[in-house]
Each structure stands twice: as structure tokens, then as C-alpha cells.
């Protein structure tokens, strides 16, 4: 099989993009795992379907680079609305994308024809343990703020938040020189995260900045994640260590995040761009 592809970038998280309207996929996992591959594929953070939908413009389906299926990928997002726009399967401002994490409103910042930003509505955050989902016991709602989780024989402060999908937030003197390859696995497989997670590693320049590294599960250690900065946003501001407006800076680059008082929702800014595309063939 011939498979069209687009390959895009949200701050250097980077996905293969196939559009679903064109060319359905029967197995999207095991092509998300052949083409992902940085030695023997395309190579990508994972791939991500453009698919049509009854309730929006589009449908995005996310899928890791080791084959699972992710519901939800902030910087994915974006991109999405980028080729729906571009590529005149749409060309409505806002955008609505249906994901495993619900519908998503986008609103794109359009030049020359062409867009070049884009803030999404990613909704409430979740901090109900159990819904994130985290293994915690309790009656009612149960927070998981600023706690004590042993992992690999060392002990770590975190918050846990769901954007839609989990997040482990931990506070660090400085990212930098943290070994994430080898922190990061324990982790995502932890007992405590019974659908694995993706964990946040955040050092607080100032009330308004964040610097932040990230290990997705599923797909190791990636140089942005949309819903990691919102979840870290979320975290901070639930720590009283940050205002609710702040830049986040990721290996890939600057995200704007504000979790509004009004809504209680969580919206990100940042760039998507479309690299190349191509044709790969498939068994």
C-alpha cells in the first residue's frame, strides 16, 4: 500500500499526519509503529488521523510512536487545525475537532492564507484521582496535590492532572541535567498509573515562565507536549508557585498557557508548521 503522508511539528513535537478522508487506515497502531521509527520509518513522536466527523469539522486520532493510542496531543492539535485549514477540508475560524478527549474549539491566526498559530480550548483540567486516573482511595473528590510517591527507592513531591489524558507534575531545582531516560520509564509504569502517564519535570524561572522537560509514555522523551505544559500550568498554579498566564519553554520551543478563572478552561497558543510531504509504502 501506498500511504500519502504530511509530516508536521507543533515546537518540534512531531507527528505523521495521514488524512483519513482520503485514505482510511484498518490498522492504525502497527503503521504508527513501522513509519514512526527515526532509523527505518519516516520517524515521528507517533501518528495522527484526520478523520471525518458527524459533530465537527474533523476527527483526530492519535496514536504513540510504540503503537498505543493516546486521547489527546495538545501540539497534535494544533497541526490538525493547521491541515484542515490548508489543505481546504475547512476553512472556518474557529475549528471544531472531535478527539478521545472530547470536542476541541480552535482558533487559528491566519497570514497570507496560511496558518501559522493556534490557541486551543483544551477544556477543565481533571483533578479528580480516580478520573485522571490515579490509584488513590478516598471518598468524594480526591486531589492529588503536592503528595509523596516513592519511585524506582526515591521519593518525589507531585501533582497529578488529566487535560485528557494523565499527567505526573514534579517540581525540580533545574531540568537541565536530569537523566530523563532513566527517571522517565519508572515512571510511565508505575503501579500508581494504572493507564501509565505522562510525567513533567518543571523549573520555576518566575511567577509568569516555566522551563519544562517531558517523558510521554509511549513515546520516551519528547521536546514538547501541548497538554504537558497545561497540565504543569494547572500544577503551579494549584502549588501557589505561578500566575495563571505563563510561558512555558520546552526543548521545541515557547507555548502561552492560561487557565482563565472565568471558565475554569485551559487554553495554549503556539505554532504549527507542516514540514514535507510524501509517499511511504506499507505492507
Not at 519516516?42 to 478523520?51: K, N, P, S, V, W
Not at 496531543?73 to 487545525?81: A, H, L, P, S
Not at 519511585?151 to 517540581?171: E, L, W
Not at 511567577?207 to 513515546?219: F, T
Amino acid at each position: 500500500m501506498k500511504l500519502p503522508f504530511t509530516k508536521m511539528h507543533g515546537i518540534s513535537n512531531d507527528y505523521i499526519y495521514v488524512n483519513a478522508f482520503e485514505t482510511p487506515l484498518a490498522d492504525p497502531g502497527a503503521v504508527a509503529l513501522k513509519i514512526s521509527d527515526r532509523r527505518t520509518g519516516i520517524g515521528g513522536d507517533g501518528l495522527i488521523l484526520i478523520c471525518p466527523s458527524e459533530t465537527a469539522h474533523a476527527r483526530m486520532e492519535m496514536y504513540n510512536a510504540d503503537g498505543s493510542r493516546g486521547e489527546m496531543c495538545g501540539n497534535g492539535i494544533r497541526c490538525v487545525g493547521k491541515y484542515i485549514y490548508d489543505h481546504g477540508i475547512a476553512t472556518d475560524n474557529p475549528l471544531r475537532v472531535d478527539t478521545d478527549a472530547g470536542l476541541k474549539v480552535l482558533f487559528l491566526d491566519v497570514e497570507n492564507g496560511r496558518v501559522v498559530r493556534v490557541t486551543v480550548d483544551m477544556g477543565e483540567p481533571i483533578l479528580d484521582g480516580p478520573q485522571i486516573p490515579v490509584a488513590v482511595k478516598g471518598q468524594g473528590q480526591v486531589q492529588v496535590i503536592d503528595q509523596p510517591l516513592s519511585v524506582d527507592g526515591q521519593s518525589y513531591q507531585v501533582t497529578c492532572v488529566s487535560m485528557g489524558n494523565p499527567h505526573c507534575v514534579i517540581f525540580v531545582d533545574e531540568v537541565e541535567s536530569l537523566e530523563l531516560e532513566k527517571i522517565g520509564p519508572p515512571f510511565e509504569q508505575h503501579s500508581f498509573f494504572p493507564n501509565r502517564v505522562n510525567t513533567e519535570f518543571i523549573q520555576i524561572v518566575s511567577p509568569a515562565e516555566l522551563n519544562m522537560r517531558v517523558w510521554e509514555r509511549g513515546s520516551g522523551e519528547t521536546w514538547a507536549c501541548g497538554t504537558g505544559a497545561c497540565a504543569a500550568v494547572v500544577a503551579a498554579v494549584l502549588n501557589h508557585k505561578a500566575d495563571r498566564r505563563v510561558t512555558v519553554h520546552l526543548r521545541g520551543g515557547d507555548l502561552d498557557i492560561e487557565w482563565r478563572l472565568a471558565d475554569n478552561h485551559v487554553y495554549m497558543t503556539g505554532a504549527a508548521e507542516e514540514v514535507f510531504e510524501g509517499i511511504v509504502e506499507i505492507e
